[in-house]
């Protein structure tokens, strides 16, 4: 059964770039398939490290949304490809109705988390970067954990904690050509050494396009 993965509509990054603008639109699909390929446990990319986001979303499908951006965001002179933010609404008033009236004329409702990816690099993309992103981005949605390592629920809902979680690994090349690698850096090495668990050809049973292509 092939299953093509999900791409951004070719009028959008047009329109944007007539514009000379960013454009933003709501990505419905990309969330379903991220949804069914990675979050549910006969998927083709399944992680279970996500079960605890699978469980919110069967109890409340408003925990998360997708949306396209049409070009990459600079920060900190770095190319933003996805990015994963909790939803927050700082402000009062107005500006607040205005914030949460767009999440819901786009989802429905107002997502507890939104990953907004770079649609103009999953045109270009292949399957492994594009699916390697978005995995990045679920990652952000990290569970509290106890000693032992299992998720924390909350006495209120009875459903896993969560907060946007760092990057696992964060330093600099130089730091560690001068100074050596961290426990951490030690650990990305140790796995990065090792074939990683999905093959090439899951990614393309899953996506489809490397047949088309
Ligand atoms: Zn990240």
Redesign the pocket.
């Known amino acids: 059964m092939e299953q093509i993965r999900p791409f951004p509509p070719t009028d959008f990054i047009d329109q944007a770039e007539q514009e000379e603008t960013i454009r933003l639109i709501p990505a419905p699909d990309l969330k379903q398939w991220a949804v069914k390929n990675y979050l549910t446990s006969d998927g083709q990319l399944y992680n279970p490290d996500h079960d605890h986001i699978a469980e919110i979303l069967d109890n409340d499908e408003t925990f998360l949304a997708f949306a396209w951006a049409s070009s990459a965001a600079v920060s900190k002179k770095r190319m933003v490809l ?3 933010e909790k939803v927050m609404f700082n402000v009062g008033g107005w500006k607040k109705a205005r914030q949460e009236q767009q999440m819901r004329d786009w989802f429905g409702y107002i997502p507890v988390y939104l990953i907004t990816i770079d649609a103009s690099f999953c045109e270009r993309a292949n399957d492994r970067e594009f699916c390697a992103l978005i995995e ?2 679920l ?2 949605i990290a569970v509290e954990r106890d000693e032992d390592g299992d998720p924390i629920c909350s006495n209120m809902t009875g459903l896993p904690k969560h907060y946007l979680g ?2 696992d690994v964060e330093e600099f090349v130089g730091v560690v050509k001068r100074w050596g690698a961290n426990k951490d850096i030690k650990r990305l090495v140790e796995v990065a050494n090792n074939p990683p668990f999905v093959s090439d050809l899951d990614i393309s049973k899953c996506c489809g396009n490397c047949v088309i292509n």
Do not use: F, K, R
């Open positions: 996805g990015q994963c990045h981005e990652y952000h760092g990057h």
